[in-house]
Structure formats: structure tokens, C-alpha cells
């Protein structure tokens, strides 16, 4: 699936104290481990991710979605949350959460059906953040193995 948000915007804010605080005082606070990277690195795309979402290509068993169901899909995220509205034509579930892990290539994504035929099972995949505007993902079967490539 690829995705296009209808709309973004997203904007960085922090308190205008931080502005001035000297160079090594951030710098000690910051703790140096890869769990500390790992962190960052999931927030960082969970922050790519968050959105509303415009399905425009989808291939489900080697075969192309007809255009018709893939306009009427519409993903929203926010952080480690996932909905498509009841129209949507193509969808993983209902209603969910989701795990990501951007330090494997490709990026890994677990979504939980909180809702629907498949509550409670697990669908595995791998997503790609390419821009700001543009995201895709391959997902297996609930329950099922892991895609290894798009």
C-alpha cells in the first residue's frame, strides 16, 4: 500500500528557554546508548507517520485494487494508533495499534486488530517512509509471516 496525506502540516515547537541554554548543557543530558538511539529513531518515524492518509496504489495477491476502492481509502495514524473510516475498501482492520522497528532493513511494522474479523491477531509487515508526503508499506496475512520486500 503507498499513501499520500490529504493534507500535512507539522510544526516543531519547544519553550523559548531551551534557546538558551549553552551547547553542553543539552549535551549531558542526552544519554548515550542504542536504546536511547532506538528510541529516537521510532519517535521519529511514529512523528513521519502520524497523519491522514490517501491510499493511491494497492496490490492485494498480486493483483491491482481497483481504482474505484483504492480512492475511497483513507488511513489515519496517530503515533501508535491506526483507523480507517467505515467506507474505506481496503484495510488491515478497522481499528488498531501498531509497533515499528526503523533499525532493520526494511523498517518493520506489527499491527494489532483492535476491532473486526481478525481482533487480537497480529499482522506483520515492512514500511518505508519516503518523504514527507509519501509512505508505503507491504503487509503479510494476520497471523502470517512477514513480507521480505515490497
Not at 88 to 95: K, N
Not at 118 to 134: P, S
Amino acid at each position: 500500500m503507498r499513501f499520500m496525506p490529504r493534507s500535512f502540516l507539522s510544526l516543531i515547537l519547544i519553550p523559548a528557554a531551551m534557546l538558551a541554554l549553552p551547547a553542553q548543557g543539552i549535551a549531558q543530558t542526552k544519554p548515550a546508548s542504542k536504546d536511547w538511539d532506538k528510541a529516537m529513531l521510532i519517535e521519529k518515524d511514529y512523528e513521519a507517520l502520524t497523519g491522514r492518509w490517501q491510499l493511491v496504489k494497492s496490490i492485494v495477491d498480486g493483483k491491482a485494487v481497483p481504482e474505484a476502492e483504492v480512492k475511497q481509502t483513507v488511513l489515519i495514524t496517530d503515533h501508535d494508533e491506526f483507523r480507517f473510516p467505515a467506507d474505506a475498501r481496503v484495510s488491515t482492520a478497522p481499528l488498531g495499534k501498531f509497533t515499528i522497528d526503523p533499525t532493520v532493513t526494511p523498517k518493520h511494522v506489527d499491527s494489532t486488530a483492535l476491532s473486526g474479523p481478525d481482533k487480537g491477531k497480529v499482522t506483520r509487515g515492512i514500511y518505508e517512509v519516503i518523504d514527507a508526503n509519501n509512505k508505503r508499506a507491504c503487509w503479510g496475512r494476520p497471523g502470517g509471516p512477514r513480507p521480505t520486500a515490497f
